[in-house]
């Protein structure tokens, strides 16, 4: 579950970055903001993703 939203707060400010670098022009290392606002959200659906999945396949506990 910890590794879901890391991954999702990870594409989070990978989107953010991005969309900074796409409204100054900038470009560091060849990763232009188009780029990086692909890697942000592609990385924030797969931690979308990997929630859904634990929050729907989590093991049951018969603990009250």
Known sequence: MKYAVL???IGLIV???GA???ITHWSL???SGNIMLAIGLFLQIIG???LLYNLL???KSNDL
């Open 20 to 22: 900074l670098f796409k």
């Open 29 to 31: 290392f060849g990763f």
């Open 48 to 50: 979308g993703l990997l």
């Open 7 to 9: 991954i999702f707060i």
């Open 15 to 17: 989107c953010l970055v």
């Open 57 to 59: 396949f989590a093991k």
